[in-house]
C-alpha cells in the first residue's frame, strides 16, 4: 500500500512537496533521536540499544513481506554498512569528547555544505544563486549556534578539540550515507524493501556487539530494562529520521531534502525550550530565525 502510494506521488507535480514534508518530519526525529544519544546513558550503549531495536523490528518485514535482495542490492547493502558504521563510530567519538549542544550543531551545518557539493557531482543537480544563499546563510546560522553554545561548554579545551574535529568527520561522513543513501533508494524498485535490509543490516551487523563489549565492562553495569527501553523509543524515531530522509530523496532532489533535514537544530532548541525549560535567549532565537530563513530561500529558490 506504501508502497503504491511512493509510485502513484513519483514524478508528479506533488512529489517535491511530500519530499518537503517528510524532510521536515525526518528533522523533527533526528532532533530528539541525537537528544536521546547524549542523554542519560553512554553514548556507545545508547546507539547499540537504539540499533538493536530497529533492527530487530524491522527483521520480520524484511524476511516475510520482501524478497531476498538481489546481487545489485546486497552490494549496495555491503556499502551501507561500511559507511554507517564509519559515521556512527565518528559520532560516538564526537559524544564522548563534546557537548551535545556543540557537536549537534557542527555535524548538522557542515553535512547538507557537501551534500549539495556531492549530489550536483553523483545526481547532476544544480542549485540555484539564491538556494546557494539560502545554504549560506542557513550553515552560518548554524555554525555560529555551535559557537555560542561552545561559550559555556565546560569541558577540557583539548578533549573539545578532539570531539570538535570527530564532529566534522560525522558531517562528512552524513553527507556521504545521505548520497550514498539516495542512490541505493533510486536503485531498488521497491523502495519500502530497501529500507526494511537497511535497518537490518545497519542496525544488527555491528553495534549491538560494540554496545554489549563495552556494557560488560563497565563498573557498575547500567539497568539493561531501562536502558533497551530507551533504544526502543530511539529505534522508533531512527524509522521517522532515516526513513522519511531516504523517501525525500527519492521523491525530490538530495540536496534540498539534506537541507530542510538539516533544520533539525531548530528543532533541537526548541524541544529543549518547550519540554526541557531550558532558556533561549534573543540572540539563540535569532540564529533559529536565520536557520529557517535559509532553508526557505533553498526551497523557494528551486
Given at each position: 500500500?506504501?508502497?503504491?502510494?511512493?509510485?502513484?506521488?513519483?514524478?508528479?507535480?506533488?512529489?517535491?512537496?511530500?519530499?518537503?514534508?517528510?524532510?521536515?518530519?525526518?528533522?523533527?526525529?533526528?532532533?530528539?533521536?541525537?537528544?536521546?544519544?547524549?542523554?542519560?546513558?553512554?553514548?556507545?550503549?545508547?546507539?547499540?540499544?537504539?540499533?538493536?531495536?530497529?533492527?530487530?523490528?524491522?527483521?520480520?518485514?524484511?524476511?516475510?513481506?520482501?524478497?531476498?535482495?538481489?546481487?545489485?542490492?546486497?552490494?549496495?547493502?555491503?556499502?551501507?554498512?561500511?559507511?554507517h558504521?564509519?559515521?556512527?563510530?565518528?559520532?560516538?567519538m564526537?559524544?564522548?569528547?563534546?557537548?551535545?549542544?556543540?557537536?549537534?550543531?557542527?555535524?548538522?551545518?557542515?553535512?547538507?555544505?557537501?551534500?549539495?557539493?556531492?549530489?550536483?557531482?553523483?545526481?547532476?543537480?544544480?542549485?540555484?544563486?539564491?538556494?546557494?544563499?539560502?545554504?549560506a546563510?542557513?550553515?552560518?546560522?548554524?555554525?555560529?549556534?555551535?559557537?555560542?553554545?561552545?561559550?559555556?561548554?565546560?569541558?577540557?579545551?583539548?578533549a573539545?578539540?578532539?570531539?570538535?574535529v570527530?564532529a566534522?568527520?560525522?558531517?562528512?561522513?552524513?553527507?556521504?550515507?545521505?548520497?550514498?543513501?539516495?542512490?541505493?533508494?533510486?536503485?531498488?524498485?521497491?523502495?519500502?524493501?530497501?529500507?526494511a535490509?537497511?535497518?537490518?543490516?545497519?542496525?544488527?551487523?555491528?553495534?549491538?556487539?560494540?554496545?554489549?563489549?563495552?556494557?560488560?565492562?563497565?563498573?557498575?553495569?547500567?539497568?539493561?530494562?531501562?536502558?533497551?527501553?530507551?533504544?526502543?523509543?530511539?529505534?522508533?524515531?531512527?524509522?521517522?529520521?532515516?526513513?522519511?530522509?531516504?523517501?525525500?530523496?527519492?521523491?525530490?532532489?538530495?540536496?534540498?531534502?539534506?537541507?530542510?533535514?538539516?533544520?533539525?537544530?531548530?528543532?533541537?532548541?526548541?524541544?529543549?525550550?518547550?519540554?526541557?525549560?531550558?532558556?533561549?535567549?534573543?540572540?539563540?532565537?535569532?540564529?533559529?530565525?536565520?536557520?529557517?530563513?535559509?532553508?526557505?530561500?533553498?526551497?523557494?529558490?528551486?
Amino acid at each position: 500500500m506504501l508502497s503504491a502510494w511512493v509510485g502513484a506521488v513519483e514524478g508528479t507535480a506533488t512529489a517535491p512537496l511530500v519530499a518537503a514534508g517528510l524532510a521536515l518530519m525526518s528533522a523533527v526525529a533526528h532532533a530528539l533521536f541525537g537528544a536521546l544519544q547524549k542523554g542519560r546513558y553512554d553514548p556507545w550503549l545508547m546507539r547499540g540499544a537504539i540499533d538493536i531495536s530497529y533492527g530487530l523490528m524491522a527483521l520480520p518485514f524484511a524476511l516475510l513481506v520482501w524478497p531476498l535482495p538481489d546481487a545489485e542490492l546486497a552490494f549496495i547493502l555491503v556499502g551501507v554498512f561500511v559507511i554507517h558504521a564509519v559515521y556512527k563510530a565518528f559520532m560516538g567519538m564526537a559524544y564522548s569528547r563534546a557537548a551535545y549542544t556543540v557537536v549537534y550543531p557542527v555535524v548538522r551545518g557542515l553535512a547538507p555544505l557537501i551534500t549539495v557539493v556531492f549530489a550536483g557531482m553523483v545526481f547532476h543537480e544544480h542549485f540555484e544563486p539564491i538556494q546557494w544563499a539560502g545554504v549560506a546563510v542557513r550553515s552560518g546560522a548554524i555554525f555560529a549556534l555551535a559557537g555560542v553554545n561552545l561559550r559555556s561548554a565546560s569541558v577540557g579545551r583539548a578533549a573539545l578539540q578532539v570531539g570538535l574535529v570527530f564532529a566534522a568527520l560525522t558531517g562528512v561522513m552524513t553527507a556521504i550515507y545521505t548520497t550514498y543513501d539516495a542512490y541505493g533508494i533510486r536503485a531498488t524498485p521497491d523502495p519500502f524493501q530497501f529500507l526494511a535490509w537497511f535497518f537490518v543490516v545497519d542496525g544488527l551487523l555491528l553495534f549491538p556487539w560494540v554496545a554489549l563489549a563495552r556494557w560488560r565492562r563497565l563498573d557498575p553495569r547500567p539497568e539493561p530494562v531501562q536502558l533497551l527501553f530507551r533504544g526502543w523509543i530511539g529505534g522508533c524515531l531512527g524509522f521517522v529520521s532515516f526513513g522519511a530522509a531516504m523517501l525525500a530523496t527519492r521523491l525530490g532532489t538530495v540536496g534540498e531534502a539534506a537541507v530542510l533535514r538539516e533544520t533539525s537544530p531548530v528543532f533541537a532548541a526548541l524541544i529543549g525550550w518547550a519540554i526541557l525549560k531550558e532558556p533561549v535567549g534573543p540572540l539563540r532565537a535569532g540564529l533559529m530565525a536565520l536557520i529557517a530563513a535559509g532553508a526557505v530561500l533553498v526551497q523557494v529558490g528551486g
